[in-house]
Structure formats: structure tokens, C-alpha cells
């Protein structure tokens, strides 16, 4: 069994080690341009930690790290192509520094590529393997469409928010999970749950994310705290707080939200104000916890002892409690 | 054992059975919506038929063959973005129906049906189809990458160009084939036969395009001919009659490529008299017929009886045999 720095020496080792052809430079310079552009690396960490939760060396399931990795940033890639954002991790994004067209083809190279790390899984798991993996990149894609269409419809419901997080975000998480669990030889109802924990976990962090966008520490933030408010971002604090809100404040969010001209700081304050009056913050906190204590749950079901679980738990713990 | 027309209904039968989810409408209409536009279905027939050549029921591969099929799509969505496209098969592209975020993303989820068609195989064979059909992918995105990249070159050699069809175009009928013959469990050489046969032939038809592009009859073709000159695409006939061309051909030839103004009819007569005086169609003809034999002399090293042969090969020679 491997530590947690252990573990993600072996990542960092096997991502150096991803090779791809010389040429066409265009197609395949973009992916090692975007994977090295760090990150933390969580997903493909999860699919480790989850094969030695289940008695089994992280070894075996680095080649399902890799596709997780490698299909990650895929969609980071074709994301941004979608949201015309300039900048990933500060630097400037594969369109921008090439093309769309080269971001979409290396980003579907990428797709193939995530597919060849996974055909080296061991055959007698391929096709459960393949099974979890296209359900999970089928749920991603959904998720982003959905996304995309959230942005301009004003009828959205807290329940279509968060599936539409959980299928953006929450569902690699759990699929990580399950590919290191099914490597590993777990029963399936231990697959199963370790799925369900990896998803609730990814809305519960999806959540602190809407929460520490407007209320977190602005000297330790790493972006504009208030951004989504700015952006008029369909999060759950402005859903919430549409949802609670007297017809005074509702007009009041209303006006800021269709403001084309305005003050940042100003449209920051007031929203906030709205949001603290209307209890959002605790709100929010609230469901957060609701969806981590489901987590949780699931967790405790798992058929291997509580200190098998400790890296999984010390790590979404961390994870959890960053305040910025 | 079925004919032709038996298995192209096998396929009609098995594509219209793939069903998608009902939402999000954005992402699973475009799939649908551009497989329903029709097309010849070669390359799932080519699955079809390779398995029954092998001696096993075509419908042991109707999975691998709709996988083929599905990816053919995604790769017109994508390429229809990347080359600014309004039309397909005289119907509006995906990306002008709806938009570029759309067509990029419904593209991406075919991938993953795809990959799902590809995961119900049989089991036994599917390492190697997995193996066959990411090799395919991949060199079709590599092919989409160079012929994007000959556009802004003028130093494109015969060479490079033949390379660049054989990814783009042929891998994809080999490696039909190829999934066809794998799980009807032919030998490791008949398989390897059968992808190179495929490969040869998709060259042989790529150059034929070319060459028909120019000299098909107006009244049959289904577009204009002469479009690619007008276009100053680099097709086998451009690059050769480049390399042939003495002085006093070659400037007219550049002068024209130049030209940001000019009459069609005027360019398309001028440059086909060069191709003319140049022997340029024979020249394109011969090697056309080198791959077609080349591909001939593969399918006869295929240790099953003539007779079996007999299927694939009135397919093939009825697709080189159009004259328009």
C-alpha cells in the first residue's frame, strides 16, 4: 500500500511517461501542453486510492488513471472552446494559442487517447470498465449541454441545478472511484457505493465552490471573489435566493441581474446583501453538509475496515475544509 | 449466410434502433438528425461483410458495425465545423442547424456511443477491437489534422498527400474490415489482409474522386465538376501536373491558384488543358489502378475460398466501376 505523496508520485511519473507521435506537432503538442499545465490531479489520484481501498496496488489501475486524466482534460479543452475562455490555469488556452479547429481535433485525439489508456486495463475487467467509463463521459458531455443551456433560460430550478452539476462535475468523480473499485476486484455493490460516495462528495464541492465564490477570503482567493455574481452565474445561491426572496429583493436581484452598466463593487455588495439577508450563506452550508453526510454514508457501507478508508477520507476531509 | 441487400438490411434495421435520450434535446437530436441524412453505409457494411466472410453471421457484428457508423458521423460533424461547412448531403450542417457548441458537443457524445456500440461486442474479441478501432480514430484525426495543414502549405509532395488520404479516408475502410474479421476470429495475418486490402482500396477511391472531380460526366455528377480546381485544392492531379509542369505550365498553373478574381469556366478549362497536355489523368489513372491492385493482390492471399471473396469484392468493384 502506498501513502498519499507516494500515490501521487506515481501519477506525476506516469503522466511524464504519456507519449504521443512527433507529428502532426498540431495535434499532439496541444496535449501535452494542457496536461502540463498542472492541476491537482484529484480524479486520477481517486482511481488509485479507490483500488488500494479494496486490498489491491495502485499499479494495477494506472492506465484507468491516465484515460480519467487525459479525458479530463479533453473536456477542459472543448469547454473552453465553448465558453470562449482565454485563460486555463493563467495561461492562454489551446485555442488561443492555436486554433478552434486544432482545440477541437486534439481535444477529440485526446478522447481516442483516454480510450487507449483504458484498453491496457487488465481483460477481465475491460468491459465493466468501458461500461462505467462511457456512462461517465455520456453524463459529462450532458452536463455541459446542460450548462450551456442554462445560460439562457431564467426558469432554472434548484433540482435541475444540481443535476446539472452532478452530471458536470460529480459523475467523474464517482466514476473515478468505480474504475479503481472494479480494478481492484470489489464486489459490485461496493462499486456501487463507492460511486455513489464520489458523487455526492462532487456536489458537496461543487456547492462550497458557489459559497466561496462570493464569501471567500479575497487576500487568500485565487480568482475575483464575486465573480459569479458579476457573470449573473446560475448558481445555487442566486437560484436559493430567487426562490426565498420577498417581491422587494426580488426586484432588487432582478434589476442587478439585467444592469448592462454597472459598478462591480457595487453589484458585489448589494447581492451579497440580499444573499445574507435571505440566510444563503447558512443555506447553502446546509445543503452542502446535507450532501456530504449522504457521502458519508455510503462510505461507511463499504465492506473493508474504517483504516482502509483513511487516505479517501483525510483527502476529501482536506479537500473540504479549504476556506479559499 | 445473406446477400448484400439482406445485409444492408440488417443495417437500415440496426440503425434505426439506436436510440438516444429524450434530453437534453441539443445534445441527442444533432445524432439522429445527421445519421438519418443517409449516405451509402460502406463502412458498416464492410464490418457486416467481413464477418461473414470469415464465415461467421454478420450479425455477431452488428455492434462493432453501428460503433463504425456512429463514428463516421462524428467525424462529418466535426470536419463540417472545421471546414466552415453549411451543407451535408444537400441538408444544413449540424453547426448551422444549431450552432458550433452544439455540433462540438453532440459530436463528442457520438464518440461515447460509439464506444458503447464497440463495448457490447463479444468480450473475447474485445481487447483486439478496442486496439483496431482507436488506431482507426486515431489516424483519422491525424489524416482531418494534415489536410488542414496542406491547405496553408505549397510544398506538399505526392508522397505526403497519399499518406494524408490513406489516414483521412482509407484507415477508416480498413479498419471496418479489420473489426469484421476479428470478431469472426480470423487469423492474426487474414486480419492484417483484410485492413491492408481496405486501406489500398480507400486510397484507389480517394484518387478516383480526384480524377472524377475533373473529368465526370456534368449531366451524372452529383456536384460541380471542376470544383476542386476552382477551389485550388491540393488533389493527386494539382500536385502531379506541379511536379511535371516545365516553366511555362507551371506559371500558368501558379497563376492561377493566385488569382483572387476569374471567371470558373474560364480557370476550370485552362487547368485541364495543363492536366491534358501533361497526361495527367492517365498518370492519375495508373496509379490508381497500383493501389487497386496492390489491394487485389492482399484479398487473394486470404486463406478463404473465391467464392466467399465474391461479396466484397462486387462491392468494391461496382464503387471503382462509377463513372460519375
Same mark, same amino acid.
Given at each position: 500500500m502506498h501513502n498519499t505523496v507516494e500515490l501521487?508520485?506515481?501519477?506525476?511519473?506516469?503522466?511524464?511517461?504519456?507519449?504521443?507521435?512527433?507529428?502532426?506537432?498540431?495535434?499532439?503538442?496541444?496535449?501535452?501542453?494542457?496536461?502540463?499545465?498542472? /492541476?491537482?490531479?484529484?480524479?486520477?489520484l481517486l482511481?488509485l486510492m479507490a483500488t488500494e481501498l479494496f486490498g489491491e496496488d495502485a499499479?494495477?489501475?494506472?492506465?484507468?488513471?491516465?484515460?480519467?486524466?487525459?479525458?479530463?482534460?479533453?473536456?477542459?479543452?472543448?469547454?473552453?472552446?465553448?465558453?470562449?475562455?482565454?485563460?486555463?490555469?493563467?495561461?492562454?488556452?489551446?485555442?488561443?494559442?492555436?486554433?478552434?479547429?486544432?482545440?477541437?481535433?486534439?481535444?477529440?485525439?485526446?478522447?481516442?487517447?483516454?480510450?487507449?489508456?483504458?484498453?491496457?486495463?487488465?481483460?477481465?475487467?475491460?468491459?465493466?470498465?468501458?461500461?462505467?467509463?462511457?456512462?461517465?463521459?455520456?453524463?459529462?458531455? @450532458? /452536463?455541459?449541454?446542460?450548462?450551456?443551456?442554462?445560460?439562457?433560460?431564467?426558469?432554472?430550478?434548484? @433540482?435541475?441545478?444540481?443535476?446539472?452539476?452532478?452530471?458536470?462535475?460529480?459523475?467523474?468523480?464517482?466514476?473515478?472511484l468505480?474504475?479503481g473499485a472494479?480494478?481492484a476486484n470489489a464486489s459490485?455493490?461496493d462499486a456501487?457505493l463507492i460511486?455513489?460516495f /464520489?458523487?455526492?462528495i462532487?456536489?458537496?464541492?461543487?456547492?462550497?465552490?458557489?459559497?466561496?465564490?462570493?464569501?471567500?477570503?479575497?487576500?487568500?482567493? /485565487?480568482?475575483?471573489?464575486?465573480?459569479?455574481?458579476?457573470?449573473?452565474?446560475?448558481?445555487?445561491?442566486?437560484?436559493?435566493?430567487?426562490?426565498?426572496?420577498?417581491?422587494?429583493?426580488?426586484?432588487?436581484?432582478?434589476?442587478?441581474?439585467?444592469?448592462?452598466?454597472?459598478?462591480?463593487?457595487?453589484?458585489?455588495?448589494?447581492?451579497?446583501?440580499?444573499?445574507?439577508?435571505?440566510?444563503?450563506?447558512?443555506?447553502?452550508?446546509?445543503?452542502?453538509?446535507?450532501?456530504?453526510?449522504?457521502a458519508l454514508s455510503y462510505m461507511e457501507q463499504i465492506s473493508v475496515a474504517d483504516k482502509q478508508k483513511e487516505a479517501i477520507m483525510s483527502l476529501t476531509m482536506s479537500?473540504?475544509?479549504?476556506?479559499?
Amino acid at each position: 500500500m502506498h501513502n498519499t505523496v507516494e500515490l501521487q508520485q506515481i501519477l506525476e511519473t506516469a503522466i511524464q511517461n504519456l507519449k504521443y507521435p512527433e507529428s502532426p506537432k498540431q495535434l499532439y503538442e496541444p496535449i501535452t501542453y494542457i496536461i502540463n499545465l498542472g /492541476g491537482k490531479r484529484i480524479r486520477p489520484l481517486l482511481v488509485l486510492m479507490a483500488t488500494e481501498l479494496f486490498g489491491e496496488d495502485a499499479n494495477k489501475s494506472i492506465h484507468a488513471a491516465m484515460a480519467v486524466e487525459v479525458f479530463h482534460n479533453f473536456t477542459l479543452v472543448h469547454d473552453d472552446i465553448m465558453d470562449n475562455a482565454p485563460l486555463r490555469r493563467g495561461q492562454a488556452t489551446v485555442h488561443e494559442k492555436w486554433s478552434t479547429n486544432v482545440a477541437i481535433l486534439s481535444g477529440d485525439v485526446m478522447m481516442v487517447e483516454a480510450n487507449k489508456n483504458l484498453a491496457k486495463v487488465n481483460p477481465i475487467f475491460l468491459k465493466d470498465v468501458l461500461d462505467t467509463f462511457n456512462a461517465t463521459a455520456q453524463g459529462v458531455c @450532458e /452536463g455541459q449541454t446542460l450548462d450551456m443551456e442554462f445560460e439562457t433560460r431564467d426558469d432554472v430550478t434548484i @433540482e435541475e441545478y444540481i443535476n446539472m452539476i452532478r452530471l458536470k462535475t460529480a459523475v467523474l468523480l464517482g466514476g473515478a472511484l468505480k474504475l479503481g473499485a472494479i480494478i481492484a476486484n470489489a464486489s459490485k455493490q461496493d462499486a456501487d457505493l463507492i460511486y455513489n460516495f /464520489g458523487e455526492n462528495i462532487g456536489i458537496a464541492f461543487q456547492l462550497q465552490d458557489d459559497i466561496l465564490d462570493v464569501y471567500a477570503d479575497p487576500d487568500k482567493f /485565487g480568482k475575483q471573489v464575486g465573480g459569479d455574481i458579476i457573470a449573473n452565474k446560475k448558481t445555487f445561491l442566486l437560484l436559493k435566493a430567487l426562490e426565498l426572496a420577498d417581491n422587494n429583493n426580488s426586484n432588487t436581484l432582478q434589476d442587478w441581474i439585467s444592469k448592462e452598466n454597472f459598478d462591480s463593487r457595487e453589484k458585489i455588495e448589494a447581492v451579497t446583501n440580499i444573499y445574507n439577508s435571505l440566510d444563503i450563506p447558512n443555506v447553502a452550508k446546509q445543503a452542502m453538509e446535507g450532501y456530504l453526510s449522504k457521502a458519508l454514508s455510503y462510505m461507511e457501507q463499504i465492506s473493508v475496515a474504517d483504516k482502509q478508508k483513511e487516505a479517501i477520507m483525510s483527502l476529501t476531509m482536506s479537500l473540504m475544509a479549504r476556506q479559499y
